[in-house]
């Protein structure tokens, strides 16, 4: 059974930083691209940033240079370190883990910026 489990959300200033994490469980085949997307209520879902398995990222130009993603391959796991948060980061933000054909969700963790 495949499980993405996600860590690291939670309530932070203006200005603050957090670190989320994503650790993925039962993907037989290999992950290609590890990513975080963010979706508001009533809102679509939109990529905030990726990793593929050679290291390459890609970043929504609303985060470039304050975030940074991550992975640590043997641990099948990625990393997003959010520096420098504003309060229209305030989001819930949702792992995505591509394996072959496969696309795979967390069930999400809130991002909470207060001004």
């Known amino acids: 059974q495949v499980q993405l489990v996600e860590s690291g959300g939670g309530l932070v200033q203006a200005g603050g930083s957090l670190k989320l994490s994503c650790a993925a469980s039962?993907?037989?085949?290999?992950?290609?691209?590890m990513g975080w997307y963010r979706q508001a209520p009533g809102k679509q879902r939109e990529l905030v940033a990726n990793?593929?398995?050679?290291?390459?990222?890609n970043y929504a130009d609303s985060v470039k240079g304050r975030f940074t993603i991550s992975r640590d391959n043997a641990k099948n796991t990625v990393y997003m370190r959010m520096n420098s948060l504003k309060p229209e980061d305030t989001d819930g933000y949702y792992c995505?883990?591509?394996?072959?054909?496969?696309?795979?969700w967390g069930q999400g963790t809130q991002v909470t910026v207060a001004s």
């Open positions: 990793i593929g398995s050679g290291g390459s990222t």
């Open positions: 039962g993907i037989i085949f290999s992950i290609n691209v």
């Open positions: 995505n883990v591509k394996s072959g054909w496969a696309s795979y």
